[in-house]
Every structure is written in C-alpha cells, then in structure tokens.
C-alpha cells in the first residue's frame, strides 16, 4: 500500500513539473510568474514586420528603465505557415506567449471561443488605458457579443476611397462624386469621353477570397447601412435594404460598363481605373514607384460614396486595423505587468507619435487628426488627414470564429455573381443570407 501511495507521489510530482514546464512561460517560479528576486518576465509576440518589432522592443527597454521588476521579451511571431497558426500552434503546446500584437477581431473570435484569451475590460486598468489614449469612442465597435473586449486596437487603417481627380477635371468636376447617383452619372462621362478607361478596374471583384471582401463589400457595406454589424457573434443581423442597395450599385456600374473585374497592372496608377480603395500603406511605395501622384493634383481621397437621399458625411468605412491580446495562460503578475505595460504606453500621446512615424499605421485614437503631438507628421503628409480624421468612423471585422468561411459565402453567393451578371441584387442578398445562416447554425 505504501508503494502505491508512494508511486502515485512519484508520478503526481512528475506530471506537475511537466506542466509547469509545458505552460511556456519558461523560467517563471511558480505559479505567480516571478523569477528570481521578484522579477515577473512577459513574452511579447510582435507583429512580423521589422519596424513593429523594433518599435516594441524601444518601448520595453524604456519601461524596464522606469520598472527594474519588470522583464520584456520582445521577438516576433514566426510566419510559418502563418503568424495565426503559429500562435494556435503556441496555446495548443501551452507555449502561449503572455500578450501578442497583429490579431485582427474575426480571429479574437477564434481564440477568445476556446477561452484562451483574457477579456481585457475585467483586468484592472483596462479603463484607465482607454481614457489616457482617447479611445472610447475608436475601440466601441470592437466590443463582442458577449459584452467583453478581447483585444486593445493598436492601428486602425480607415479605408478610404481614392479618385483620379485629375481624370475628373478633365469632365468637369472639382470634386469626387459622392452618391451612387452622381457615381453613376460620372461613369456615363468617362465612358463616352473614354471607352478604355473605367471607373473601377479591380480583378478581385470576381473572386471569393475572404479577405478581399473587407476592401470592397465591408467599404461600400458599411457606408450604406451606417456602420451594421452584419453578423453579431452567432446571429446573421445584416441590413438588407442597405446590402440590396449595395448590391444594386455595383450591379448599375456592371450595366454601365463602368467595371473592369481583370488582372490589369496598376490599373488606378496608370489611369486605367479612376476609383479604387486605397490603405495608407500605399503612399511609400508611390514615393519610389509612382512620383508623379500627387495628393489632390493626380489623386484624392473620399469615404465610401452612400446611397441617394443619405448624408455623406455621416459615412462609415471598414477599418483595416489590428491590436494587442492577453492570453489566459499568463499568470496573474503577468497579465498584471502586461496591463501596466501597455498604460504606460500609451499614457503619452508621443509614444503614438513614434509609432506613426516608424510604421505610418495611425494609431486608433478619437483625437488622432486634432491632438497637437501629431499635426507635425499630418501636415508634412497631408494625404494621411482623411485617414486620421476617419479613425472613429470605421468598423472593424465581424467577432466570429468562421468569418473566413462567411466572408468567403459572400462572394460566392453575391457579390462575384453580380459582377459577372449571373444574378439579380436582391436574389444575390437572399442567398447569401441563407447560406450564411445555414453556416452560423
């Protein structure tokens, strides 16, 4: 009896310390996350991209200067096969780092599904990072179904629409259309005046990858329908009236020859399309490439154009934006000491100012286009104002777990099929909202 009591000890004392050692929070002590001499170590999973990590790994040594207990591992997420199943890889080996930046709502969703992230609006502090940073009205869409936020946006890229406003002198107007009636007048000009040239040129019209829907549908979406959710934790909630209309609009360009859905190289650049969706990740590559684009000389920039009889500046857009995760297997301190982090980051408005400087991704604050620390960097890059002054105007991702397999019916159901003409707006609305229900069941 004593040897069984003995082998259970044995074999009880075995299979802890191979779970202390599975949790990948190497080297912690105990269960409280502290090293030797009371210093609590955080591993932080930066985006893969150079001038995130090394904006990251400024902003640690700069927080362990001021909090010696405090130990910041930065080094990036591995791309193989791709930052998001790397980080699954992570929590399924319990090797979870103990925060992460570059997660997107839809796969919060994922994570926060199977419990492995921490709802940051019950840590303490959580607030008081939101107030410092002026970003409760920015982060209010991100909030999930089940009333908790999941993840602290970092950037958020409000996508807007770009013109080739030079084109759109030459048939009379000063400024960009912005309803589909006034689009669609325009499109009759440019197609009498040049029957090579079209108002959209843009091949992923017609294909069904789920993330190309963020950069067509959500933009033109969102603005009809005033920011809707679309699809609300479990529940399909879409505005019909407003994807009909959406729906409609492409359909009416299609019928107008106004869309051109081909591989067609730098079609926007070159002058081939005079409407596209422009990031502000686009203005680098045209300083070395495309010199000769100039804003408001050869381009300007607009919210998504909104049906007749509605208000454009109340606009709303997709926000191409992504943030920062605790995961729930960080311990206590740790989860404490990331929380601190992060207000300290962001408790000053130049630390932003860094961050837009080093990555140009504006950060998602209500104050970015009238805070002072940052009409410098404005000023000097004027195409960026649109962007910043838009920030509490767009909508993230869906919060679902399948947003990949949705966004996908999308364009299989809708809006490809429309493109090509093989289906009416309404009946293209009516079966994509079934197939969307059937897979949310």
Known sequence: MKKNVALLLLVGMIVAVLSACSTGQGGKAEDSGEAEGGVTTIEFWAAPNPTQQAY??????????????????????????????????????????????????????????????VPLDTLPGFQDILSSRNMTETIEPWTFADGHQYVLPIYSNAMLFGWR??????LGYEQPPQTYGEILELTKKLKAAHKDKYLWAKADLIDPTAWK?????????????????????????GDEAAGVETLTFIDNLRKENGILAQNVTDPFETGTSVFTD??????TMWKEKFPEMKYNETFALTMPPVPDGKNPAESKTFADTKGIVIYADA???????????????????????????QTMLPPARDDLSTN?????????????????????NAIPPMDNA???????????????????????PADGWAN????IEDALK
């Not at 950069?215 to 909630?237: R, T, W």
């Not at 422009?278 to 203005?283: A, H, I, Q, R, V």
């Not at 740790?334 to 130049?350: I, N, R, T």
């Not at 002072?372 to 509490?392: R, T």
């Open 56 to 117: 990251w790994q400024e902003m640690a040594k700069a927080y362990e200067a001021e909090n010696p207990n405090v130990k910041i591992n930065v080094s990036a997420i591995k791309e193989s096969p791709s930052s998001e199943a790397s980080i699954q890889a992570a929590i399924a080996g319990r090797s979870a780092p103990t925060m992460s930046e570059n997660i997107n709502r839809g796969f919060a969703a994922q994570l926060a599904a199977s419990k492995a992230l």
């Open 165 to 170: 406003i030079d084109i759109l002198k030459d």
């Open 213 to 237: 829907r963020w950069f067509d549908f959500f933009m033109l979406y969102n603005a009809a329908s005033g920011g809707n959710k679309f699809i609300e934790g479990d529940s399909f909630v």
């Open 278 to 283: 422009l990031g502000p990740w686009t203005f």
């Open 331 to 357: 311990t206590e301190a740790q989860q404490k000491a990331a929380v601190d982090f992060l207000k300290w980051v962001y408790s000053k408005p130049e630390n932003d100012l860094k961050w837009f400087e």
């Open 372 to 392: 002072e620390a940052f009409k410098a960097i404005l000023d000097a890059n004027p195409q960026l104002k649109p962007y910043a002054e838009n920030v509490p």
């Open 402 to 424: 399948k947003y990949n397999e949705l966004q996908t019916l999308i364009g299989q159901e809708a809006l490809n099929k429309v493109v090509r003409g093989e289906i009416s």
């Open 432 to 435: 994509m909202k079934k197939a």
